[in-house]
């Protein structure tokens, strides 16, 4: 049987493909099926929210360990389990199953003498492992997004019924604003932490037409020259770039951004 990195996340997770469709990616569970058998490769951004929800799955059993070794009384360990898929999500779990993974991570790390009693979880008495937010990170799959985006002054305008999964993932970190234009429109504002990050810096690549072969090569910024004017499309930098046959030459921002590999 087939299977793919996305599908081996999805199992760490111990959830099914049905509850990562409805409760970690939003999406239907015809598309989850085809990234679990790598008939579709999955998007990065899927493939980041699994490996986000098994780092945060750990950390709950880890957390919970900690605490049922500070208040148990001896040896013995009172485990707390949910009453069900809905309690499971009370506590921040996409499902019980989830919520069964960080336990047995909690009891993996107890004394291998340990009496271990499992009980529904009592709130206020009996706890049980929850799930934090983890931070977002920005990836090298978001920054590519954003330097791709085609802004005017600050402003970039998506049209359509379009998948902006990509988008509110960029929003999540803070660097663009999306405001609906119409029902189908969205226009994003790209906020001072985005424009940071979407400065062209030292070693960012381009995969550019090389001048004397034509064929497509991949350009390295080398050094950066300011020349402080700015256009409607922002700054007006000029960059010199080099391939990997040492070939140099000069573009100007507009011409190698929409190019950006990384």
């Given amino acids: ?24 990616h939003e999406t239907r569970l015809d598309t989850v099926k085809s990234w679990s058998s790598d008939r579709r490769p999955a998007p990065e951004w899927a493939i980041n929210q699994m490996q986000s929800m098994v780092r945060r799955i750990r950390a709950a059993g880890e957390d919970y360990a900690s605490l049922i070794k500070r ?21 921040g779990f996409p499902s019980s199953a989830a919520q069964h ?24 008495a009996i706890p049980a492992p929850t799930l934090e937010i983890e931070q977002m990170r920005p990836t090298a799959t978001d920054r590519h997004v954003l330097m791709t985006m085609s802004f005017l002054g600050n402003q970039c305008t998506t049209k359509g019924n379009m998948n902006r999964r990509k ?9 663009i604003k999306g ?8 226009i994003y504002e790209l906020l001072p932490s985005g424009k940071e ?18 064929d497509e090569a991949v350009f390295a910024v080398e050094t950066i020259e300011d020349k402080g004017a700015r256009n409607r499309w922002g700054s007006n930098d000029i960059f010199s770039l080099v391939a990997p046959d040492g070939h140099r030459q000069k573009l100007e921002e507009k011409q190698i951004r929409p190019h950006f590999v990384e």
């Fill in 1 to 24: 049987m087939s299977t793919s990195v996305y599908n081996l996340l999805r199992e760490a997770c111990g959830i099914s493909q049905s509850e990562a469709a409805d409760h970690i």
């Fill in 167 to 175: 988008f509110e993932r960029l929003e999540a970190l803070g660097w």
């Fill in 197 to 214: 990050a979407r400065k062209i810096k030292v070693g960012d690549t381009f995969r550019l037409p090389h001048p004397t072969t034509k």
């Fill in 101 to 124: 993974q960080a336990v047995a991570i909690a009891i993996s790390l107890l004394p291998d003498d340990a009496e271990i009693r499992l009980v529904p979880r009592v709130r206020g």
């Fill in 179 to 186: 405001f609906n234009a119409n029902l189908s429109d969205v």
């Fill in 71 to 91: 208040t148990s009384q001896g040896n013995v360990f009172v485990i707390g389990l949910p009453h069900d898929d809905e309690d499971a999500r009370v506590c």
